[in-house]
């Protein structure tokens, strides 16, 4: 049975999520690949389009616990990790966790806080741990961040530089609702937020990030994969392609994306469709003729997806 039918319980996370997360199925497919796939997700777009909604939709549905982290200019690293407190009756200090040790955790706006602290973040979210004090602490599990910025606006912010950039598996885009699914939205604004069904716990979700591992990739795919990802490091439009924790990261969402569509194998659709989301954002344009010009994503997109369209799938 397919994993988008209604019956199973994959098709019926998916159709949890997408009744509060109205006409972005894409988007929910993406997201729960990178859950699947154990990574962390980038969520790039103008306010007010359901980023927020969307992190605690994906909570609800797996049945996570869910943290918010509201980065501002001041907000240090302990007030994401947390901190050792003396306790007077015990005589020794006790750790007091921070909002980072949750299952599904909402960084919001990330740039807008400076590096050191943005940082302490990203290390956790590489290690599945933290250290305060000397002292190591382990996240739970699974563990997946959804990090968001306004691509749009940059005074008082921090860009995230390439190699932290890299830790996230996935950048998205929201994007604006069609009518019908805006229509709904106004329907449904009664100021008390809809929750998403829970359809999944946390052990289940464990079990199917070992299942999306254990898929396998034929050698083909393989082929095909790093065809693509050497053509990255070879275009004239970029300055720098793709890196080998890249060919790991998209062999990863394209078994998670095959195991959420109900297959025990990846096809070149697989690999092919997860391929933007992780690879963009890893790629650099080269430098414009005009001198004053900064970074322009843009053409590295541009660049990925004439890769995409020239590389041939294996027959």
Known sequence: MLADSPDDPLGRLRASIEAIVHGKPDLVLHVLTALLARGHVLLEDVPGVGKTTLAHAVADAVGCSFGRIQFTADLLPSDILGVSIFDDQAGAFRFHPGPVFAQIVLADEINRTPPR???????????????????????????????????????????????????????????????????????????????????????????????????????????????????????????LGASPRASQALVRAARARALLLGRDHVTPDDIRDVAEPVLAHRLVAASSADPGAGPDPERAVEALRSILATTPPPS
């Open 117 to 239: 602290t943005q940082s302490s973040l990203l290390e956790a979210m590489n290690e599945g741990q933290v250290s305060v004090d000397g002292e190591l602490h382990t996240l739970p599990e699974p563990f997946c961040v959804l990090a968001t910025q306004n691509p749009l606006e940059h005074h008082g912010t921090f860009p995230l530089p390439e190699s932290q950039v890299d830790r996230f598996l996935m950048r998205l885009g929201v994007g604006y609702p069609d009518e019908a699914s805006e229509r709904m939205l106004l329907r449904e604004a009664t100021g008390t937020a809809r929750k998403a069904e829970t359809v999944l716990d946390p052990r289940q979700i464990l079990a199917l990030q070992n299942a999306a591992d254990a898929i396998p990739v034929h050698p083909d795919l393989e082929d095909y994969l790093l065809a693509i990802v050497r053509a990255t490091r070879e275009h004239p439009d970029l300055e």
